[in-house]
T-cell receptor, first 115, second 111 residues
């Protein structure tokens, strides 16, 4: 069966420090991968998605970047964190099925606090 | 533009009763998928149910069913026999080439 791992679960970082969040998927090949951010009490905002190694699409211009160095590894990074980067970050994967059956499965999330 | 709307920020339901969470969507694409996710306080997003735009029958998964009314562009989630563990945020989502999430409904199940 497929599993998705996301770490760390919580992170407290000072403003201006770098960031690296990692997400890996097991049990499937060539998945679509996604990074979302969720502000407290709000919906999900898609940040990046990837359909293959080295292929990254950015949805929102911001202080963050993403990379996919391996088929089932997705990394979210920042060189210098801002206060506004605080939030709950979720990684997800999907494999497009028939029609529009693009079910996304999510990791447990990372709660990032920038102080 | 594509859009997902959940008009109920919060809902209360008595344990063992049924509850309907509303979702409307807007798209001009004939092929799309509709999804519901549950997000408990732990934060993880849990997939509940899927409905394809060409599916003739409403989707069901255990106590969850999706009331799909294509002409009205609505995809309401029905939870039968509510349990205390159903208390969570519920998100409606739609996809055709990207994923779009609604703003969510917070469901509280009262004992």
């Amino acid at each position: 069966s497929q599993t998705i791992h996301q770490w760390p679960a919580t992170l407290v970082q000072p403003v201006g420090s770098p960031l690296s969040l990692e997400c890996t998927v097991e049990g499937t090949s060539n998945p679509n991968l996604y990074w979302y951010r969720q502000a407290a009490g709000r919906g999900l905002q898609l940040l990046f998605y990837s359909v293959g190694i080295g292929q990254i699409s950015s949805e929102v211009p911001q202080n963050l970047s993403a990379s996919r160095p391996q088929d089932r590894q997705f990394i979210l990074s920042s060189k210098k964190l801002l206060l506004s980067d605080s939030g709950f970050y979720l990684c997800a994967w999907s494999v497009l099925g028939a029609g529009a059956k693009n079910i996304q499965y999510f990791g447990a999330g990372t709660r990032l606090s920038v102080l | 533009a594509q859009k997902i709307t959940q008009t109920q920020p919060g809902m209360f339901v008595q344990e063992k009763e049924a509850v309907t969470l509303d979702c409307t969507y807007d798209t001009s694409d004939p092929s799309y998928g509709l999804f519901w996710y549950k997000q408990p306080s732990s934060g993880e997003m849990i997939f509940l149910i899927y409905q394809g735009s060409y599916d003739q029958q409403n989707a069901t998964e255990g106590r969850y069913s999706l009331n799909f009314q294509k002409a009205r562009k609505s995809a309401n989630l029905v939870i039968s026999a509510s349990q205390l563990g159903d208390s969570a945020m519920y998100f409606c989502a739609m996809t055709f080439n990207k994923f779009y999430f609604g703003s969510g409904t917070k469901l509280n199940v009262k004992p």
